[in-house]
């Protein structure tokens, strides 16, 4: 079956750096969407991507879906200390109904 | 301007006994999703209903898990004879799905098991 994998585990970033982290799928998408867990909350959605190679921008975030629609990205410039949390990816199957496949997540830690 | 509602927040419960999670979706959205999340791990999908129907269960145990979406009233995950494995957060979530594609999904806070 599908498998979303995502790299790296954890983030531990120096308040003002940039970082990426990338999310990985065994079969080819119909779209990726991606949802950031605060600590001790619920995932809250933040983007889907639709379009081989599409690239969307949310202020400080970057978005990008691979041309092969197998593959993402999401970089963060300039990292505020409000953006730890959990990052998700999640995968939707190009059948029926499109059953997201969420990766295992990318946690955030940022230091002052 | 409601959100996904879930209750309870934390639900402690004995071995053997019964666990009943209770979600209702966005005022307006008729697709509800359960996914499973152990502590530093993604979510699992478990089921995805619609109002009276079960679209997709493969994500469930096949026993002593159960789910519905009645007509009236929330949705209901239910456990039976609960063990220590089943300790994790059931989310719910519920989405629009006005076409064919994925759409985003609002998720509920969650409810934490503790099975003792």
């Known amino acids: ?112 | 301007n409601a959100g996904v509602m879930q209750n309870p927040r934390h639900l402690v419960r004995r071995r053997g006994q019964e666990a009943r999670l209770r979600c209702s979706p966005v005022k307006g959205h008729s697709h509800v999703y359960w996914y499973r999340q152990l502590p530093e791990e993604g979510l699992k999908f478990m089921v995805y209903l619609q109002k009276e129907n079960i679209i997709d269960e493969s994500g469930m145990p096949k026993e002593r898990f159960s789910a519905e979406f009645p007509k009236e009233g929330p949705s209901i995950l239910r456990i039976q004879q609960v063990v220590r494995g089943d300790s994790a957060a059931y989310f719910c979530a519920s989405s629009l799905r006005l076409g064919g594609s994925n759409e985003k999904l609002f998720f509920g806070s969650g409810t934490q098991l503790s099975v003792l």
């Open chain 1, 1 to 112: 079956g599908q498998q979303v994998m995502q790299i790296p585990q954890y983030q531990h970033v120096q308040e003002g750096e940039d970082f990426t982290t990338y999310c990985n799928s065994s079969t080819t998408l119909s779209n990726i969407q991606w949802y950031k867990q605060r600590p001790g909350g619920h995932p809250v959605f933040l983007i889907q991507l639709v379009k081989s190679g599409e690239v969307k921008k949310q202020k400080r975030l970057t978005f990008q879906f691979g041309e092969a629609k197998k593959n993402s990205s999401l970089h963060i410039t300039a990292t505020q200390t409000t953006d730890v949390g959990t990052y998700f990816c999640a995968g939707g199957e190009t059948d029926s109904w499109g059953k997201l496949q969420f990766g295992a997540g990318t946690q955030v830690v940022v230091t002052p």
